[in-house]
């Protein structure tokens, strides 16, 4: 099955911690994205990467830090700089030069919480 | 900057009723997309419809469809004989036509509840 897997689906960080979270495409997407997500509000960029080996800041990257090292991973390390990481995160992912709407496709989600 | 505002936090709708939910953006280009994202409790972000700013036609997907005024920068959805499965968040947000990295600019969301 085709498809984007986060892990894990809870994450517990103790103050002080590096945590990393786990994104993993099978769908030959190009572009990968993640995005954070507070109680009852939308979603905000954090970072992107449309190529290996390159990635660009989103909204709201203070505090975190990625790397795309193969098409099919985008790992997000939320560092001790962040001082508020508690919040459900996803990442997304689409296809580039397609000619059409490269419309983005959503995995599952990882909730991290602070101890 | 684009911002995308959603006016009603929540709504809810008898079962087999119609509902609409508000949408607006504010931008300075002519060409982009706006999509409807539905994020029901197990907050699987799933893509509900698409439309494409340069399209006059509004789109439609089955009980779904928009209503898209360029002018007033309005893309309303229409969720019609509601189901309990469309009990969900629903997010509207734009896409630049072509810009790097495709990013998505989010609403904040409307929370609908269909009752049976």
């Known amino acids: 099955d085709g498809g984007i897997t986060q892990s894990p689906k809870y994450l517990f960080r103790k103050e002080g911690q590096n945590v990393t979270l786990s994104c993993e495409q099978n769908?030959?997407?190009?572009?990968m994205y993640w995005y954070r997500q507070d109680p009852g509000q939308g979603l905000r960029l954090i970072y992107y990467s449309q190529i290996v080996n390159d990635f660009q800041k989103g909204d709201i990257a203070e505090g975190y830090s990625v790397s795309r090292e193969k098409k099919e991973s985008f790992p997000l390390t939320v560092t001790s700089a962040q001082k508020n990481p508690t919040a459900f995160y996803l990442c997304a992912s689409n296809p580039l030069g397609t000619g059409g709407v490269e419309t983005q496709y959503f995995g599952p989600g990882t909730r991290l919480l602070v101890l | 900057a684009q911002t995308v505002t959603q006016s009603q936090p929540e709504m809810s709708v008898q079962e087999a009723e119609t509902v609409t939910l508000s949408c607006t953006y504010d931008t300075s280009e002519s060409n982009y997309y706006l999509f409807w994202y539905k994020q029901p409790p197990s907050r699987q972000m799933i893509l509900v419809i698409r439309q494409e700013a340069y399209k006059q036609q509004n789109a439609t997907e089955n009980r779904f469809s928009v209503n898209f005024q360029k002018a007033a920068k309005s893309f309303s959805l229409k969720i019609s004989d509601s189901q309990l499965g469309d009990t969900a968040m629903y997010f509207c947000a734009f896409m630049k036509l072509k810009a790097a990295g495709n990013k998505l600019t989010f609403g904040g969301g409307t929370r609908v509840l269909v009752k049976p």
């Open positions: 769908l030959n997407h190009d572009a």
